[in-house]
């Protein structure tokens, strides 16, 4: 294992050795009786985009441990003065903050402000580029269902272009042995998307990706980012959209995941979303453990 992690920035930072750690911690916390390791110590929530399940589980991660928590968004701050994001971090670092979990628009913010200030950040997703916390919080969910990660077939599907999520799934995943199948169409899912990891493919046809599937996990697909592409909404639906019929296409045991939020009647049907094989609750829930982990990680406290 590498010396302590000190900032969660990206999956490829991590060792196998790391992703397992923190996984085999966040199966350990209990939530209704949360050890404190975090006692005395301020968690600063650095969020220059909008997030419900991301912020909040990091907020309530953080209060079980015993920490006390800052939130910073750009309206409320001085951030709407023009404040840029090093001076923003090196305030927020130097009236006491232990920790900035961030959230960005724009891709390797949290790389950059790791570089400037003297605190751990956590990388509460990056523009299209990284969401560690939600790839880590994905895999503990898919080992609650699966024996063991190795030789699983897990189909991603949606604007993976666009997409952290797909990204630090996709490269989590495959270090464990995981085909990853992106799937989409075209636009979402350009041919070099398979060379992001080995054991990624890319396929445009959901009716084939599906078949063997052990994990189907949806993307957001924000229908402004259609316009002008290959499809109309109402084609994405009908080619993409993951229905009761097409989760027949997969293993009868396959579980649905979705990162949120979930745009009901664009990636799934609310049949799907609701049904048997929907982990979606269960991934938000599993958001706050993992998350707990995370954060006793990067302070040294795991
Ligand atoms: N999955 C996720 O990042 O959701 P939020 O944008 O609500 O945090």
Redesign the pocket.
């Known amino acids: 294992m590498k010396p302590q992690l000190r900032s969660l920035l990206g999956i490829s930072q991590l060792t196998t050795g790391q992703i397992e750690a923190i996984l085999a911690l966040a199966r350990r916390m209990d939530l209704k009786r949360p050890p404190q390791l975090l006692r005395n110590r301020h968690v600063a929530l650095l969020f220059y985009?909008?997030?419900?399940?991301?912020?909040i589980s990091f907020e309530f991660a953080a209060k079980a441990l015993g920490a006390t928590t800052t939130q910073v968004t750009p309206t409320s701050s001085s951030i709407e003065k023009g404040e840029s994001l090093i001076d923003t971090g090196w305030t927020v670092a130097n009236v006491g903050a232990d920790a900035i979990v961030m959230?960005h628009p724009n891709s390797g913010a949290a790389y950059l402000l790791a570089r400037y200030v003297h605190v751990p950040i956590v990388n509460?997703?990056d523009g299209m580029h990284q969401?560690p916390s939600?790839a880590l919080l994905d895999a503990l969910t898919i080992t609650n269902h699966k024996k063991k990660l190795q030789g699983l077939r897990v189909v991603i599907v949606g604007d993976v272009y666009h997409s952290r999520?797909a990204r630090s799934n996709a490269e989590l995943l495959t270090r464990f042995g995981v085909d990853v199948v992106f799937c989409g169409p075209p636009d979402f899912v350009p041919e070099i998307a398979a060379t992001l990891a080995p054991g990624v493919t890319a396929c445009h046809d959901l009716n084939i990706a599906l078949q063997g599937a052990d994990v189907v996990m949806a993307l957001r697909v924000q229908k402004e980012r259609l316009v002008n592409k290959q499809l109309s909404v109402e084609e994405y639906i009908a080619e993409y959209q993951v229905t009761p019929l097409r989760m027949r296409l997969a293993k009868p045991d396959a579980i649905l995941m979705h990162?949120?939020?979930v745009i009901r009647g664009m990636e799934v049907t609310s049949e799907v979303a609701d049904g048997p094989q929907s982990c979606i609750h269960e991934q938000v829930r599993n958001g706050v453990k993992t998350r707990m982990a995370i954060l006793a990680t990067v302070l040294g406290a795991a």
Do not use: D, I, Y
């Not at 985009?49 to 912020?55: I, K, L």
């Open positions: 985009e909008a997030s419900t399940r991301t912020r959230r509460a997703g969401h939600q999520v990162p949120g939020p």
